[in-house]
């Protein structure tokens, strides 16, 4: 059984990461009605995907334990695969063309907001502003 103390650190990081995340998106999900395709969870994931985005910018500026609490921790907790496939079963009692309208738009908005906190990260932390 592998102990636990040396990466105490990490693990805390996550744990106060993913409670973060798992209390901001419950509230957000609580407060954004969503609309027939685009729900609050699919907000809440393009927001995930941006700030993964950002975080992959920086990760060599970082230490690894803010890379924890904010990648592993804070986006694992905020955004959720089983909330979308919950909302695609909602959807597909519409029919086939919203579930399909749903995982492209989710896939192709996430991969922008990614690509889109990247560069965002890269040109903020390239004119040597810190952290």
Do not use: D
Not at 96 to 121: D, F, K, N, Q
């Amino acid at each position: 059984m592998a102990t636990i103390g040396p990466k105490f650190g990490m693990y805390s990081a996550v744990f106060v990461g993913g409670a973060a995340g798992s209390l901001l998106r419950e509230l957000f999900s609580l407060q954004i009605p969503g609309a027939p395709f685009l729900t609050a969870t699919f907000g809440i994931n393009i927001v995930a995907c941006f700030i993964l985005g950002w975080l992959f910018a920086i990760r060599h500026k970082v230490h690894a334990h803010i890379l924890h609490l904010g990648a592993v921790g804070f986006c694992g907790g905020l955004s959720t695969f089983s909330s979308f496939v919950a909302e695609l079963a909602r959807l597909a009692e519409i029919g086939p063309s919203p579930v399909l309208i749903a995982i492209l738009a989710e896939i192709a908005l996430g991969l922008g907001a990614a690509a889109v906190g990247e560069r965002l990260g890269r040109s903020f932390h390239s004119k040597g502003h810190s952290g």
